[in-house]
């Protein structure tokens, strides 16, 4: 299951926990925006408008430090086309979630002869445990803050699974926490710990899972245009996004017979009669 998918929906689920988190202020209201911004497509991770503030919080999660374009400049390009959509000032947080001595997961900025930009960095591993452990929400992220003993951790985390009296949301929670500490535990350890039939009784474990599958077809089937038929124009590739997982399965084997842009675009039109 994609890490990705895990803190999206945590993030979608419970916004204010996660805008008081990395805010430290009282937010009352936040209202999810869309994530995938226009012009060409990108697709944020989190983008919520919050009140009473009236402030875009925009927050991106990050595995590897290694990023293409540079993260520096996928930030600006977010920011950007967040400040222009919806014209309410941004606030951006790129956070860490593995631990790593890469430079990127230091940078904070992009310089050039004409722009500084600055966006904020969480490294969770630096991260006090208590303010995580403090909200069911984020238990998931609490696997991997700061600790001395990990195992210790991880037992607290599990303890604090079991004080939440609502048993939908402790299965959630629960396919959460066993998914993000898989980025520091070994599966055994996990197992130790954490009930398996708690994460699979979780209705969310199986759409994320859909989720994933759709993400990862909807990459493949546009990597596979671009080769076949070469540069997909964006108004053509927001036809694509809407289209269902099973349909993109169908495009994916339909490309094989393109020959030029013509093609795609009679196909979408078929689909979308």
Not at 112 to 121: A, E, K, L, M, P
């Amino acid at each position: 299951m994609s890490v990705d998918n895990i803190c999206k929906y945590l993030s979608e689920q419970y916004p204010e926990s996660f805008a008081n988190w990395v805010l430290d202020r009282a937010t009352t209201d936040a209202e999810i925006l869309k994530s995938e911004l226009s012009v060409e497509p990108i697709r944020a991770d989190f983008v919520a408008l919050l009140r009473p503030q009236e402030r875009i919080l925009h927050l991106e999660f990050q595995v590897e430090a290694i990023s293409n374009p540079p993260l520096s400049l996928r930030m600006l390009d977010y920011c950007v086309r967040l400040y222009r959509q919806y014209n309410r000032p941004v606030d951006q947080f790129v956070i860490f979630l593995k631990r790593t001595g890469s430079t990127a997961a230091y940078a904070d900025r992009l310089i050039t002869d004409s722009i500084t930009y600055h966006y904020r960095v969480i490294r969770l591993w630096e991260q006090d445990p208590a303010p995580l452990l403090a909200n069911p929400a984020l238990l998931p992220l609490a696997t991997l803050a700061q600790s001395d003993s990990p195992d210790a951790l991880l037992r607290q985390v599990a303890s604090r699974l079991d004080m939440i009296e609502e048993q939908e949301k402790k299965r959630d929670i629960s396919a959460c926490v066993e998914v993000l500490a898989g980025l520091r535990f070994e599966i055994e350890t996990i197992r130790r710990f954490l009930r398996e039939d708690m994460m699979k009784e979780s209705v969310i474990y199986q759409e994320i899972l859909a989720r994933g599958k759709r993400e990862e077809a909807l990459s493949l089937t546009l990597r596979l245009l671009t080769r076949r038929i070469g540069e997909v124009a964006p108004e053509l590739q927001a036809q694509i996004q809407n289209l269902t997982t099973a349909q993109l399965e169908e495009l994916g084997v339909a490309l094989l017979d393109f020959n030029n842009v013509a093609d795609l675009t009679a196909w979408l039109q078929n689909q979308f009669a």
